[in-house]
């Protein structure tokens, strides 16, 4: 593996307590292509940096003065304490919003002026792939989905991608203001090797998991072609970020026996009753039918037991009787 230098993102405040818990947040951080220096003044900061290129240099509003114009910053951002625009060329930074909106507003001014995206992150890696996918209606598919996803995130990296039409999961992943998959193709068409960045722009957590949130606008998936899915998981894949990828999938998605054929492991979930047993006959046929066998050589058919209690909240979702049934499931991966 080949690691880059890191680039440099400055940071000068007064408030020692802001910048000390900023440090801390950022650390957590363990992908993001920066070395972090922070200063408590000005001069300080002048004195540090003098023989240094800033990526990013990020100055409280308090503390700005025109003595940063003698530094070499690809980037200057301010963070904004008053409310009032004051330095309009400049790209302004709410201070205190939540950290994690603050770190994806300076992710994005860095993808502006990175010329080496990631230069500290190995590229390259093998994710497992694990589609979860069902004929059959209200069999608990993103539940289970869910709930394999966070127990996987508490010992390996895990990505949660959701392709409903209707994901109905906005209630649990309330996030649904923010951007979306929608946007995380848009930068696919764009700055192929900034892909990476652009997407730290999009991540959301519920503890370890990382999850894109779904499409608000369902019928926007019809129009993605199976080349555009192909590309993107190529893409993610190949950060070498994740050793699982969930895929909560459905038939919205052009190319679905294409994804599912990449799955290493495909979970389908049914009922025990006439009706599904049909639906997941002609499934079968259809699987057939485009010679697509292979996908059930994958497959794991579970007919999960009638449970007392579901869980409401992502917290729970790894106790509980849910909980008890996937953590028999996970032997299979």
Same mark, same amino acid.
């Given at each position: 593996?080949?690691?880059?230098? +890191?680039?440099?993102?400055?940071?000068?405040?007064r408030?020692? /307590? #802001?910048?000390?818990?900023?440090?801390?947040?950022?650390?957590?951080?363990?992908?993001?292509?920066?070395?972090? &220096?922070?200063?408590?003044?000005?001069?300080?900061?002048?004195?540090?940096?003098?023989?240094?290129?800033?990526?990013?240099?990020?100055?409280?509003?308090?503390?700005?003065?025109?003595?940063?114009?003698?530094?070499?910053?690809?980037?200057?951002? @301010?963070?904004?304490?008053?409310?009032?625009?004051?330095?309009?060329?400049?790209?302004?930074?709410?201070?205190?919003?939540?950290?994690? *909106?603050?770190?994806?507003?300076?992710?994005?001014?860095?993808?502006?002026?990175?010329?080496?995206?990631?230069?500290?992150?190995?590229?390259?890696?093998?994710?497992? !792939?694990?589609?979860?996918?069902?004929?059959?209606?209200?069999?608990?598919? %993103?539940?289970?989905?869910?709930?394999? =996803?966070?127990?996987?995130?508490?010992?390996s990296? %895990?990505?949660y991608?959701?392709?409903? &039409?209707?994901?109905?999961?906005?209630?649990?992943?309330?996030?649904?203001?923010?951007?979306?998959?929608?946007?995380?193709?848009?930068?696919? *068409?764009?700055?192929?090797?900034?892909?990476? +960045? $652009?997407?730290?722009?999009?991540?959301?957590?519920?503890? =370890?998991?990382?999850?894109?949130?779904?499409?608000?606008?369902?019928?926007?998936?019809?129009?993605?072609?199976?080349?555009?899915?192909? $590309?993107?998981?190529?893409?993610?894949? /190949?950060?070498?970020?994740?050793?699982?990828?969930i895929?909560? !999938?459905?038939?919205? @998605?052009?190319?679905?026996?294409?994804?599912?054929?990449?799955?290493?492991?495909?979970?389908?979930?049914?009922? =025990?009753?006439k009706?599904?047993?049909?639906?997941?006959?002609?499934?079968e046929?259809?699987?057939?039918?485009?010679?697509?066998?292979?996908? +059930?050589?994958?497959?794991? $058919?579970?007919?999960?037991?009638?449970?007392?209690?579901?869980?409401?909240?992502?917290?729970?979702? %790894?106790?509980g009787?849910?909980?008890? #049934?996937?953590?028999?499931?996970?032997?299979?991966?």
């Amino acid at each position: 593996m080949k690691y880059r230098k +890191l680039d440099i993102l400055a940071l000068c405040d007064r408030e020692e /307590e #802001y910048i000390q818990s900023f440090a801390e947040y950022v650390k957590r951080y363990k992908n993001l292509p920066w070395e972090l &220096h922070v200063y408590t003044d000005l001069e300080e900061l002048m004195r540090g940096e003098e023989n240094n290129f800033i990526s990013v240099l990020i100055m409280a509003e308090s503390v700005f003065g025109p003595e940063w114009k003698g530094l070499k910053a690809g980037c200057t951002v @301010i963070l904004n304490e008053s409310g009032v625009i004051r330095y309009p060329d400049l790209k302004n930074v709410d201070k205190y919003q939540c950290a994690e *909106n603050v770190v994806k507003e300076l992710v994005e001014a860095y993808a502006e002026v990175a010329e080496n995206p990631l230069p500290g992150l190995a590229q390259g890696g093998s994710a497992k !792939l694990v589609g979860i996918y069902s004929p059959v209606r209200r069999c608990l598919q %993103t539940s289970f989905a869910l709930t394999l =996803s966070q127990m996987l995130a508490r010992d390996s990296p %895990t990505l949660y991608l959701n392709f409903e &039409h209707y994901a109905g999961i906005g209630g649990i992943l309330p996030d649904m203001q923010v951007k979306d998959l929608g946007d995380l193709l848009y930068f696919l *068409n764009g700055e192929g090797d900034k892909f990476s +960045l $652009r997407m730290e722009t999009l991540i959301q957590k519920k503890g =370890s998991l990382d999850y894109i949130p779904p499409m608000k606008a369902g019928q926007n998936l019809l129009t993605v072609t199976p080349q555009e899915w192909r $590309r993107l998981l190529t893409k993610i894949e /190949e950060m070498g970020k994740y050793e699982y990828i969930i895929l909560d !999938l459905s038939e919205s @998605i052009q190319g679905l026996f294409e994804i599912m054929s990449r799955c290493y492991k495909i979970f389908t979930l049914t009922q =025990s009753d006439k009706a599904a047993e049909g639906k997941l006959l002609q499934y079968e046929q259809l699987l057939a039918l485009y010679q697509a066998e292979e996908i +059930l050589q994958k497959t794991s $058919r579970l007919c999960p037991p009638r449970f007392g209690r579901l869980p409401e909240e992502p917290e729970q979702y %790894t106790k509980g009787e849910l909980a008890e #049934y996937v953590k028999e499931i996970l032997k299979e991966l």
